[in-house]
T-cell receptor, first 112, second 114 residues
Framework: SQTIHQWPATLVQPVGSPLSLECTVEGTSNPNLYWYRQAAGRGLQLLFYSIGIGQISSEVPQNLSASRPQDRQFILSSKKLLLSDSGFYLC???????????FGSGTQLSVL | AQSVSQHNHHVILSEAASLELGCNYSYGGTVNLFWYVQYPGQHLQLLLKYFSGDPLVKGIKGFEAEFIKSKFSFNLRKPSVQWSDTAEYFCAVNSENTGNQFYFGTGTSLTVIP
């Protein structure tokens, strides 16, 4: 069976510090991978998605970047965090565009 | 264990039929509730949300949901479905008791037959 792992669950970082959130999927190959953000009072916002290794599409220009160094690994990064980067980050995967989405457990990021 | 439950995994309806998708949660305290939809080949988008106030929430495309606190439920409804409503529907909960983590149900696949 397929599983998705996302860590850490919570993170408190000072403004200007770097960020690295990791997401891995097990039990499948060549998944479509996604990073979403839930900001306070809003719905989920798609940040990045990837249909293959090294293929990243950005939906919203911002202070963040994403990388896919391996088939089942998706990393969300920032060189210098801003206060506005605070929020809940969710990783997700699916086999193809027409199939169901599966979510990780999320990371609550607080930038102070 | 705390969870978000969507009991209907796959629903098939004819056009013009009424829809109700169940969502129950087990988190205590103040909760924010959401319904998301994923149309075939598209990304996830927000249908509606409940934060406070009127427990009957109106969303896009004629959808509505009712928050019943005593039943820990937030069921999604639409009086008359269309073929274009064929999609995957996700219920989600955000609770202060869980450190503001955001939890999704497993989703309900809706197929509307023309």
């Amino acid at each position: 069976s397929q599983t998705i792992h996302q860590w850490p669950a919570t993170l408190v970082q000072p403004v200007g510090s770097p960020l690295s959130l990791e997401c891995t999927v097990e039990g499948t190959s060549n998944p479509n991978l996604y990073w979403y953000r839930q900001a306070a009072g809003r719905g989920l916002q798609l940040l990045f998605y990837s249909i293959g290794i090294g293929q990243i599409s950005s939906e919203v220009p911002q202070n963040l970047s994403a990388s896919r160094p391996q088939d089942r690994q998706f990393i969300l990064s920032s060189k210098k965090l801003l206060l506005s980067d605070s929020g809940f980050y969710l990783c997700a995967w699916r086999r193809s565009l027409n199939e169901k989405l599966f979510f990780g457990s999320g990371t609550q990021l607080s930038v102070l | 264990a705390q969870s978000v439950s969507q009991h209907n995994h796959h629903v098939i309806l004819s056009e013009a039929a009424s829809l109700e998708l169940g969502c129950n949660y087990s988190y205590g305290g103040t909760v924010n509730l959401f319904w998301y939809v994923q149309y075939p080949g598209q990304h996830l988008q927000l249908l509606l949300k409940y934060f406070s106030g009127d427990p009957l929430v109106k969303g896009i495309k004629g959808f509505e949901a009712e928050f019943i606190k005593s039943k820990f439920s937030f069921n999604l409804r639409k009086p008359s479905v269309q073929w274009s409503d064929t999609a995957e529907y996700f219920c989600a909960v955000n609770s202060e008791n869980t450190g503001n983590q955001f939890y999704f149900g497993t989703g309900t696949s809706l197929t509307v037959i023309p």
